[in-house]
């Protein structure tokens, strides 16, 4: 990877924290081999330098009877200006989760979840009336299964660890405490139980036993690190697919596909102006260009066609205010 330069220990501990950067100190150290002080020491080093950007909790929204709504929009005469009180309205907005910047066949997306598809309606058309003139066209789609991949910034072979969540049945209620704690670690991921109790006013017993809780259920999916990649040379990008044919099997088989390429980290089955979607993190032009062209050949039949979207910057990734 160009950019910013990672030492092989660097990349093990990114690999090691992506989907799992809960993980303890003592734990990370024996995984790469290094001293539990060194690990500390590198870790503060990645921070300090942008590469982490923060920690957060991969919260599932419909073990909370929330639904995903996407909204990808093209601009139209969006001054830079206007562009950036688009953005700060949308990253203040506590119902908007995700926001980005694109380059490509689209400009810019948020993410909304909301009970029902009035609420949903309610909060698109509140941001509509006050920035629609600009926006030349606008697209929807609702996530009905979304599957995290794990990625190797190391030399080490991809392991085939996911995330997943959408196909859930269950809807629960919390409690105070559950929701503030979760709040709590969707901003900081890796916050001891001794700060989360400090920060609640409660026990580090008592917050063990609600994190476990949340984890049980499935509330609470994973962990993740938030890594700026631009700094590490890589680029990441967003593929939307129409398809020829939406079965099942076809999904399923494109789904493992998928999953067997390394550099891709992010499967989703929306429902919406495109059939399926799937980002991918590139070193180089000539690398995504070779990871399309194999999928192409590979599904030649079933892909009609597809939209190429680069993930610029992401001013606001996972964060919950309330819900």
Request: glycine share 4%; proline share 2%; net charge positive.
């Amino acid at each position: 990877m160009s950019g910013f330069g990672l030492s092989e220990k660097d990349s093990l501990i990114l690999s090691e924290l992506y989907l799992n950067a809960r993980v303890s100190l003592t734990e990370l150290a024996r995984r790469v081999r290094l001293s539990k002080q060194a690990v500390s020491y590198r870790l503060n080093y990645l921070e300090q330098n942008k590469v982490i950007e923060g920690y957060y909790a991969i919260t599932n929204a419909y073990a909370l009877g929330k639904t995903h709504y996407s909204v990808f929009v093209k601009y139209q005469n969006m001054s830079s200006e206007k562009e950036e009180e688009f953005m700060n309205y949308l990253s203040e907005h506590p119902m908007v989760v995700w926001t980005a910047y694109f380059n490509g066949d689209l400009d810019a997306a948020f993410l909304v979840w909301a009970d029902n598809i009035r609420e949903f309606e309610k909060v698109f058309d509140d941001i509509n009336q006050k920035f629609g003139v600009f926006f030349q066209e606008k697209q929807f789609s609702i996530a009905t299964k979304i599957e995290y991949l794990k990625f190797a910034f190391s030399k080490e072979k991809k392991e085939t660890t996911s995330l997943v969540f959408g196909n859930c049945f269950e809807r629960y209620s919390l409690d105070a405490l559950s929701k503030s704690l979760l709040l709590a670690l969707n901003k900081n991921g890796r916050a001891s139980l001794v700060e989360l109790a400090n920060k609640l006013g409660s026990s580090p017993k008592v917050i063990k036993e609600k994190m476990s809780g949340l984890i049980k259920k499935k509330i609470i999916i994973g962990f993740n690190v938030k890594i700026n990649h631009r700094l590490l040379g890589l680029t990441h990008y967003k593929i939307l697919l129409k398809l020829n044919d939406v079965s099942q099997e076809i999904i399923s088989k494109l789904s493992t596909y998928l999953k067997r390429q390394s550099n891709v980290i992010f499967l989703v089955k929306p429902i919406g102006n495109h059939d399926f979607e799937f980002e991918l993190l590139a070193p180089s032009n000539e690398v995504f260009h070779n990871t399309i062209k194999e999928l192409r050949s590979a599904f030649s039949k079933e892909i009609k066609s597809y939209n190429t979207i680069v993930h610029y910057y992401e001013p606001k990734a996972g964060q919950l205010f309330s819900f």
